[in-house]
T-cell receptor
């Protein structure tokens, strides 16, 4: 079962930062926070993941609160191609075998010109 | 990033026939693969976990005799929808787990049963 809650939809102006929140209040100490996105009729695409420190890569930044009960995915300069459904997933440490990914309902982000 | 390929990307079949969907990890070996189903405007629903050389583990409510999964090699898993019916029409997505633990997803296969 999904352990995360996200707003169903958000809009963002092109060129502005998109901040997508995720609540995971029941997260365990060994669970990571993963973010994926799905553009219409395609498979999910990995964005970023983290345990407790903030993370940044070429796609996005992940800010995790100190109590780890929530996180925010930041797309610093949203483009029209960032329009997609964004999924926040919590999952036990990646080295464990057989860990499933359970998807919640995600946030449908629309980037507006 | 690692590449996972699904084939076919879309298929139309008659009710009562069986359809096989392939999932291949192209540049890494995957001991574990996962199969998902997605209905329009809904999230991905995990169907089963496929482990190389052993029987698949199905999620509650998923019929194992309806959705046959075979993971015969470290780079290939197949999902066969047997005796397909219109309600089986869906978007089927596989993912493969790399040694690092990361999951990489295929492009999805859209099944339409007439």
């Amino acid at each position: 079962d999904a352990k995360t809650t996200q707003p169903p939809s958000m809009d963002c102006a092109e060129g502005r930062a998109a901040n997508l929140p995720c609540n995971h209040s029941t997260i365990s100490g060994n669970e990571y926070v993963y973010w994926y996105r799905q553009i219409h009729s395609q498979g999910p695409q990995y964005i970023i993941h983290g345990l407790k420190n903030n993370e940044t890569n070429e796609m996005a930044s992940l800010i995790i609160t100190e109590d780890r009960k929530s996180s925010t995915l930041i797309l610093p300069h949203a483009t029209l191609r960032d329009t997609a459904v964004y999924y926040c997933i919590v999952r036990v440490a990646p080295a464990n075998t057989g860990n499933q990914f359970y998807f919640g309902t995600g946030t449908s982000l629309t980037v507006i010109p | 990033g690692a590449v996972v390929s699904q084939h076919p990307s879309w298929v139309i079949c008659k009710s009562g026939t069986s359809v096989k969907i392939e999932c291949r990890s192209l540049d890494f070996q995957a001991t574990t693969m996962f199969w998902y189903r997605q209905f329009p405007k809904q999230s991905l629903m995990l169907m089963a976990t496929s482990n190389e050389g052993s029987k698949a583990t199905y999620e509650q409510g998923v019929e194992k005799d309806k959705f046959l999964i075979n993971h015969a090699s470290l780079t290939l898993s197949t999902l066969t929808v047997t005796s397909a019916h219109p309600e089986d029409s869906s978007f089927y997505i596989c993912s493969a787990r790399a040694n690092t633990g990361e999951l990489f997803f295929g492009e999805g296969s859209r099944l339409t049963v007439l």
